[in-house]
C-alpha cells in the first residue's frame, strides 16, 4: 500500500519539508573552502535543532550523521569527516532529512565550492534539470516510469550516466517509504501515481560511467571511474492537477 497525505497529514508534511529546505538553504550557504565536511555537519545539527526538529537520518540503519555530504566523485551518504576539508573547485552533495512532528522532509542539492569548471557546471545543470523533467511526469494517472523515462532521457541525451543502485522513493511517516522511483525505466516499478502521494525524486548522475562501489565505512558511494558525480532531491506531491513541489523555498506548483 502507498501511503496517501491528505488533511492534517499533509498539513505536517508541508511543514517538514519547509523545515528541511531551511535547513538546507542555511547549509549551502556556508559551504566555501576551508571549511570540513564534519563542521557542515555539526551545523546541520544546529540547524535543525533550532526549527525544533530532528535528523532523519541520524541513526538510521545506524548511519553516522545529520546529514549526507557527499563530494565531488562521491554519489550519497558521504559522512562528515573532520580530515576532509573542501577546497575550491570541488561540488559538495548536501542531502538533509528532517522529521518534524512525526513527518519526513527530504531535500538534496550539489553545490560548487567557491566555483567550479565547466564540464562540472553542466553536470550540475543537466541533473537539476533532470529533476524538474520527473517532476513534471508526477501527475496523476501516469506511472513512476513516466518519471523514471523523463529523467533518464535527459541525463543519457547529454551523455551523463544515471546511478541504478540507489532510487527515489516514498516518504511521508518513514524516511523510506512505496514507491521506488528509478532514475532509469524499470518495468516492475510501475505503480500507477495517484493523489496524496508524496515523493522524493532524487536523480543520481555521474558525468562518466553508472557504475559506482560502496567503500570501507559502508556508507559512501563513489563513482567507479573517479568521474565526478551530483544530486539533486525535491519531495513532491502529486496533485488533482500540478505537482506541487514541497521543498522548494517557497512551496510552488509547476
Not at 557546471?121 to 523523463?150: C, H, M, P, W, Y
Not at 555521474?206 to 567507479?224: E, F, Q, Y
Amino acid at each position: 500500500m502507498i501511503p496517501l497525505k491528505r488533511g492534517q497529514d499533509l498539513e505536517k508534511m508541508r511543514r517538514a519539508c519547509r523545515v528541511a529546505r531551511q535547513v538546507l538553504d542555511e547549509l549551502a550557504a556556508a559551504v566555501k573552502p576551508g571549511c570540513t565536511t564534519r563542521e557542515l555537519d555539526d551545523l546541520a545539527g544546529v540547524i535543525i535543532a533550532r526549527y525544533g526538529a530532528r535528523s532523519a537520518f541520524l541513526g538510521y540503519r545506524k548511519y553516522p550523521c545529520q546529514c549526507c555530504i557527499s563530494v565531488n566523485d562521491e554519489v550519497v551518504h558521504g559522512m562528515g569527516k573532520p580530515t576532509r576539508r573542501l577546497e575550491f573547485g570541488d561540488i559538495v552533495s548536501l542531502d538533509v532529512g528532517v522529521v518534524v512532528d512525526g513527518f519526513v522532509g527530504d531535500t538534496a542539492h550539489t553545490v560548487p565550492v567557491g566555483g567550479c569548471s565547466l564540464e562540472a557546471q553542466r553536470l550540475l545543470d543537466v541533473t537539476e534539470k533532470a529533476l524538474f523533467d520527473g517532476i513534471a511526469a508526477a501527475r496523476a494517472g501516469n506511472r513512476v516510469t513516466d518519471i523514471s523515462r523523463a529523467v533518464q532521457r535527459l541525463v543519457e541525451a547529454n551523455g551523463f550516466g544515471v546511478v541504478r543502485e540507489f532510487t527515489g522513493h516514498g516518504v511521508g511517516r518513514n524516511l523510506h517509504e512505496e514507491p521506488q522511483i528509478p532514475n532509469y525505466v524499470d518495468p516492475a516499478c510501475n505503480d500507477r501515481l495517484l493523489p496524496g502521494m508524496t515523493l522524493a525524486i532524487e536523480p543520481m548522475v555521474t558525468a562518466g560511467k553508472a557504475a559506482i562501489k560502496i567503500l570501507n565505512d559502508r556508507w559512501t558511494a563513489v563513482t567507479l571511474d573517479g568521474s565526478l558525480s551530483a544530486h539533486f532531491e525535491h519531495t513532491v506531491l502529486v496533485t488533482e492537477g500540478d505537482p506541487e513541489v514541497l521543498t522548494c523555498s517557497a512551496p510552488a506548483r509547476l
